[in-house]
């Protein structure tokens, strides 16, 4: 981890946004899609939709044409503003801020709440996306095949204020050297320490 500190001294969200609200919205419509993606039409989307409240009263046909290119958008689209109503009703307008909250929500599952509670709210979470579950496996922080338990044993070997910041240093990993289909691991500054790398790039 100390490495990954200093290889990827800055760390943050590839999400654009400027509230709780606008970071909701983009990290739903991020699922299965490059954050790239959700920044090029959540300009637009939050002219039409500038807060939860006419979210909620859209129409999903009128929000799709919104979120066409990114990707499963007519379920994003009813998911969302089912969310939205959701919000509206019982939270008073206001994004929750407690995990079991958020995943009741239609579209939210534990990734979408631990990126909203960390980076909305500030609270110590570790979402697993894919590159998180990819990395973390290859470097022998966690060997589980699921994203719940892969997250359950990062959380015991990171320090829980290191949580976040984590989560953002293993995407940087994932997305800039430990690549998908074929890791750069000649440009890794951790071969030494990788399991992965040892074995011949056997998982
Ligand atoms: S050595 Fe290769 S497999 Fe291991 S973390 Fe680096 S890029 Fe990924």
């Known amino acids: 981890m100390d490495r ?3 290889y990827y001294p800055e760390v943050k969200s590839g ?17 299965q899609t490059t954050d790239q ?4 039409i959540t300009s637009e989307l939050f002219k039409a939709a ?20 990114c990707g499963l958008y007519r379920q994003k689209s009813k998911s969302l503003i089912a969310a939205a109503r959701i919000i509206v009703e019982e939270h008073n307008g206001i994004i929750p801020e407690s995990f ?8 939210v599952g534990r990734k979408t709440a631990n990126v909203i509670i960390s980076s909305a709210f500030g609270q110590p979470a ?14 022998g922080l966690a060997d589980s095949t699921t994203v719940e338990l892969v997250e359950e044993q990062l959380k015991k070997v990171i320090p829980r204020e290191h949580w976040s910041e984590s989560h953002h240093r293993l ?3 994932g997305r800039t050297i430990c690549h ?13 320490l990788c399991p992965y790398y040892k074995k011949g790039g056997e998982s």
């Open 180 to 192: 998908s289909r074929k890791p750069n691991c000649g440009a890794c500054f951790l071969t030494d």
């Open 171 to 173: 995407i940087a990993h």
């Open 50 to 69: 500038p807060d939860i409240y006419t979210l909620s009263k859209m129409e999903p046909m009128q929000l799709e044409k919104y979120v066409k290119s």
């Open 4 to 6: 990954l500190v200093a």
């Open 100 to 107: 079991e909250q958020l995943v009741s929500l239609p579209g």
């Open 37 to 40: 993606q959700v920044n090029r």
């Open 15 to 31: 999400l654009v946004f400027k509230n709780p609200y606008q970071l909701f919205v983009a990290t739903v419509l991020s699922a």
């Open 126 to 139: 570790l979402a697993v996306d894919t590159h998180v579950f990819r990395v973390s496996r290859r470097l």
